[in-house]
Nanobody, 115 residues
Framework: EVQLVESGGGVVQPGGSLLLSCVAS????????MYWFRQAPGKELEKVSS????????NYDHFVRGRFTISRNNAKNTVYLQLNRLNPDDTAMYYC????????RGRGTQVTVSS
């Protein structure tokens, strides 16, 4: 059974930072691309970033490029997303997934950016 547990969200002021973590189990994490998605209320799920199984290949959507950094630790079956220079538009539930379409994901971790 695939299990994905996201954590690290919270309430921050504009310009602040957060480090999100996702612990994965139940599939070949070390051989899988991993993806971070987010979904704001009333909006569709959108892909934020992805990382290759080796950790070398990384991709970012244009609205987070230069502010967010994805990384992974295959020894810990964990993928991370460092969020910097947050703004209110980044407010959303954040999910990790081994699927390009985000089909399998955890319960998410809420990020709220507000002054």
């Amino acid at each position: 059974e695939v299990q994905l547990v996201e954590s690290g969200g919270g309430v921050v002021q504009p310009g602040g930072s957060l480090l999100l973590s996702c612990v994965a189990s139940g599939f070949g994490f070390k051989d899988s691309w991993m993806y971070w998605f987010r979904q704001a209320p009333g909006k569709e799920l959108e892909k934020v970033s992805s990382i290759a199984s080796s950790g070398v290949g990384k991709n970012y959507d244009h609205f987070v490029r230069g502010r967010f950094t994805i990384s992974r630790n295959n020894a810990k079956n964990t993928v991370y997303l460092q969020l910097n220079r947050l703004n209110p538009d980044d407010t959303a539930m954040y999910y990790c997934s081994p699927d390009l379409n985000g089909r399998r994901r955890g319960r998410g971790t809420q990020v709220t950016v507000s002054s």
